[in-house]
């Protein structure tokens, strides 16, 4: 079955990086597009960016750009975010998620989280 | 960037109910590339709608998309006790955004 599982969270002091993992199994994970989505406690959706099906294309939301970096390695069928420079209102839980590799899709599948709480 | 407006913030509703959710556009959505997604406490979203009116795999058909450009709709037809959740909105026609969210609570 089609599985994601996001690692890496954990607290974190401003102004500090972080590294979040994504494994993906029960698919073929070099066919499709990955996408990194957070959501501050409470609070609704947020976009951060996606990679193409062979990593050649990346792109961020707008209001992230700079901090964010997006990367995958599909011999590991893993997807990664490194965040730069946190801060208090990164502080979310981030999802990795899925969409077709060939066309523009919705995101079909989503992990369960990781939580990313950034505090002194 | 597009920005997605949805409304209402808020329905109290009863099971059995009609829910009619909106979700308006900034500037027209390429392709109707509009999604909707339910989120329930603690759960990671999950697909209902793409492509503005196709129903995502298992999902019943009491959950309808309807619209285009601009205006897009979800419709629950008669409220089922699990579907008292928060609904998003995505457009993926120009990289992706989603809308705050609406949240479909019991009355």
């Known amino acids: 079955q089609v599985q994601l599982v996001e690692s890496g969270g954990g607290v974190v002091q401003p102004g500090r990086s972080l590294s979040l993992s994504c494994a993906a199994s029960?698919?073929?994970?070099?066919?499709?597009?990955m996408h990194w989505v957070r959501q501050a406690p409470g609070k609704g959706l947020e976009w951060v960016a996606v990679?193409?099906?062979?990593?050649?294309?990346?792109y961020y939301a707008e209001s992230l750009k700079g901090r964010f970096t997006i990367s995958r390695d599909n011999s590991k069928n893993t997807l990664y975010l490194q965040v730069n420079t946190l801060r208090v209102d990164d502080t979310a839980v981030y999802y990795c998620?899925?969409?077709?590799?060939?066309?523009?899709?919705?995101?079909?599948?989503w992990g369960q989280g990781t939580l990313v709480t950034v505090s002194s | 960037e597009i920005v997605l407006t949805q409304s209402p913030g808020t329905l109290s509703l009863s099971p059995g109910d009609r829910a009619t959710l909106s979700c308006r556009a900034s500037q027209s959505v390429r392709s109707n590339y509009l999604a909707w997604y339910q989120q329930k406490p603690g759960q990671a979203p999950r697909l209902l709608i793409y492509?503005?009116?196709t129903r995502a795999t298992g999902i019943p058909d009491r959950f309808s998309g309807s619209g285009s450009g601009t205006d897009f709709t979800l419709t629950i037809s008669r409220l089922e006790p699990e579907d008292f959740a928060v609904y998003y909105c995505?457009?993926?026609?120009?990289?992706?955004?989603f809308g705050q969210g609406t949240k479909v609570e019991i009355e």
């Open positions: 990679i193409s099906y062979e990593g050649s294309n990346k």
């Open positions: 492509d503005a009116s």
């Open positions: 029960g698919f073929t994970f070099s066919s499709y597009s």
């Open positions: 998620a899925r969409s077709e590799g060939h066309r523009s899709g919705p995101c079909d599948f």
């Open positions: 995505q457009q993926y026609g120009s990289l992706r955004t």
